[in-house]
């Protein structure tokens, strides 16, 4: 089945950046686009961007340029999102998701969340 | 960027029907195709698909639930509704980038 296993919970300093991963299974990491969605305390979801991991290209949200970077591991099936010059409106819980095959790429996987919290 | 407009709450009572409506800024229609979602979030869950493609159930999703609508204006339907359905519901539009969400539509009990 598939599954997408993101890490733990991050506690870090504001202008530090941060890595989390997200490891995915149970089908061909490298056919399927990975995408990373932000979630802040109450409220809604935000798109980040995708990663194709096939050939790592890679698609933002253009307010996330230079905020997020996505990258993927073949080797061990896993997408990373690196966050960078963190302030307080980067904590948020951070989800990745797949995208379906298909044109209209709906999310039917997701991952539990990766709390991320910045502060001094 | 298409704007996803949902109302914030919605107060129901158990066995009754829920309406949740998205309207978007923009038609997400193409080629007979509606490229909105539906999903549903608990409290401390990620998102669970609900409804992809404007109206099809997504795997192992009770019937109770159906998507209808297009062009700019969609529903999602939850009759009857249960105990269990009480969460938050999220349209998202995925013609367009950047992929973006509806407020989200908190379901709760009359």
């Known amino acids: 089945q598939v599954q997408l296993q993101q890490s733990g919970a991050e506690l870090v300093k504001p202008g530090s950046s941060v890595k989390i991963s997200c490891k995915a299974s149970?089908?061909?990491?490298?056919?399927?686009?990975m995408h990373w969605i932000k979630q802040q305390p109450g409220n809604g979801l935000e798109w980040i961007g995708w990663?194709?991991?096939?050939?790592?290209?890679?698609k933002y949200n253009q307010k996330f340029n230079g905020k997020a970077t996505l990258t993927a591991d073949k080797s061990s099936s896993t997408a990373y999102m690196q966050l960078s010059s963190l302030t307080s409106e980067d904590s948020a819980v951070y989800f990745c998701?797949?995208?379906?095959?298909?044109?209209?790429?709906?999310?039917?996987?997701w991952g539990q969340g990766t709390l991320v919290t910045v502060s001094s | 960027d298409i704007v996803l407009t949902q109302s914030p709450a919605l107060a129901v009572s158990l066995e009754q029907r829920a309406t949740i409506s998205c309207k978007t800024s923009q038609n997400v229609d193409n080629y007979g195709i509606s490229y909105m979602h539906w999903y549903q979030q608990k409290p401390g869950q990620q998102p669970k698909l609900l409804i992809y493609e404007g109206s099809n159930l997504a795997s192992g999703i009770p019937a109770r639930f159906s998507g209808s609508g297009s062009g700019t204006d969609f529903t999602l339907t939850i009759d009857p509704v249960e105990a269990d359905d009480i969460a938050t519901y999220y349209c998202?539009?995925?013609?367009?980038?950047?992929?973006?969400f509806g407020g989200g539509t908190k379901l709760e009990l009359k």
């Open positions: 149970g089908y061909t990491f490298t056919s399927y686009d």
């Open positions: 998202q539009q995925s013609k367009d980038y950047p992929r973006t």
């Open positions: 998701a797949r995208g379906e095959l298909r044109r209209a790429n709906w999310f039917a996987y």
């Open positions: 990663i194709y991991p096939g050939n790592g290209n890679t």
